[in-house]
């Protein structure tokens, strides 16, 4: 997608000799709602056909995306949570996630009466790197009996394996913007 | 606002004895983002002629609403974090929170490349009960420099004294659902 890739170029900042890229100023700490809602409307046009009730993400940084191509869709946004809190009790699906930014693992739930086999969902996130965090939500779609149509992702760092694993798993993932490399000196894009 | 009464009416679970309040099925584990649509519109109609170019959260449960009213603005988000990571480098602002929930103190984080004194900043979150959350988004403002315009509530536990208090420090507070009182038995809006 032309107009992220640009945005990329223009905002995003490369950092640690190119593992890290930034792009606090419009996709994770401050976020471009414009932006946002042009990614809504390229994943409709990509999956607006397979009937999807439910877009499920990972808190924190993929909620605001996720809302916004949920508004897309006409359909409820419903969010993993990385931690047993106070106020969520009952029955939950959970799945355990390995971070690489963090150097830990962590668990994501789903709270079992929010998904069924009737849905038909779609993951959204911000970044696919090593593909961590998607194959937990993947593993909590499975066990709840619904139907998983695909990944939309905003970024997807291409040199690293997540993405080809999801493919070869035999996901549909299709994201806005695909890095082949970056570093120092600036990005290649798929 | 009756819309968002009604619904908690409908859909909010009331539990132990009358201290929480479940809304995890339409406001923050899974999101109407219809219902959050008409919400930023109500948002509008309050604080449209103020000049806001920012709105303020905090994860990772006001991210999905405060999206959607930032879209009502055409202004973007900015979403104060809750930890460091290594995706944020560079300066920050940042504020002691204590969280009621979970019993813990913890940090909040802006960078401070964000916010600015030519910003006009809205608050928004989903609950106010304690207000810590908001006075941490409040000092984090301060400390910039921003104009403080206001805070957008979806729900008010009127009956905790957050609200009160920050009403009583100058801040203007719209709760679109305050509630008096609640318990197993039902609950009573202001």
Do not use: W
Not at 100 to 106: L, R, S, V, W
Not at 135 to 144: E, K, N, P, T
Not at 167 to 180: K, P, T
């Amino acid at each position: 997608m032309q107009l992220l890739e640009d945005r990329i170029r223009k905002d995003g900042k490369i950092r640690e000799h190119g593992s890290v890229l930034k792009v606090d100023s419009f996709l994770n700490h401050q976020i471009d709602v414009d932006l946002c809602n042009e990614m809504g409307k390229e994943f409709f046009r990509l999956f607006g056909g397979e009937g999807i009730t439910k877009i499920l993400t990972i808190e924190a940084s993929g909620i605001g995306i996720a809302c916004i191509v949920a508004q897309c869709f006409g359909v409820p946004v419903l969010f993993a949570k990385k931690s047993k809190t106070k106020n969520i009790d009952g029955s939950v699906y959970t799945s355990q996630v390995h971070s690489f930014t963090h150097g830990t693992d962590y668990e994501v739930m789903v709270a079992k009466e929010f998904l069924s086999p009737n849905d038909r969902v779609l993951l959204v996130d911000d970044f696919l790197a090593n593909g961590a965090a998607l194959q937990g939500l993947m593993d909590i779609v499975h066990q709840s009996g619904a139907d998983l149509v695909g990944a939309g992702i905003c970024i997807e760092k291409a040199f690293q394996p997540g993405g080809d694993l999801l493919r070869q798993s035999g996901l549909r993932v299709e994201s806005l913007a695909r890095i082949a490399a970056m570093s120092e000196n600036g990005i290649t894009f798929c």
